[in-house]
């Protein structure tokens, strides 16, 4: 008996910690930086991917993971981020600065499209 509740109590517990892992419903969606071809991807299941074309046409890309309470965890170039959502606008602040970006209303460029991941 003692087994049964031992393995259940790790069964919930683990359900706890994934569901924790989730960001906020207000933070999903894809969000760009000003007009410029820079956009982050949030996914309701945490993931996050970030990518930006410099003027001379070059791409940097990163994925990365949402990481409660509230910043995103890059696995390359950015490090972590914090972020805060104020008045639908999202601001990351890192290492490289605090940047604001707007929800976009339409697709990421194609350099950047998921595909070409």
């Avoid at 104020?86 to 194609?110: C, E, I, P, Q, V």
Wanted: hydrophobic residues 40%; proline residues 6%; glycine residues 8%.
């Amino acid at each position: 008996m003692r087994f049964i509740a031992a393995l259940f109590l790790v069964a919930v517990s683990s359900a706890l910690q994934a569901a924790d892992t989730k960001p906020p419903a207000s933070l999903v969606g894809l969000w760009q930086f000003r007009d410029n071809t820079v956009w982050i991807s949030i996914d309701p299941d945490g993931g996050a991917y970030q990518c930006r074309v410099a003027p001379g046409g070059t791409v940097f890309k990163s994925e990365g993971h949402f990481v409660p309470p509230q910043s995103i965890q890059w696995k390359t170039m950015w490090d972590t981020d914090e972020v805060t959502l104020k008045f639908d606008h999202l601001t990351l602040h890192g290492k490289w600065g605090d940047f604001t970006y707007h929800r976009s209303t339409g697709a990421m460029g194609s350099p950047c499209s998921r595909a070409s991941r």
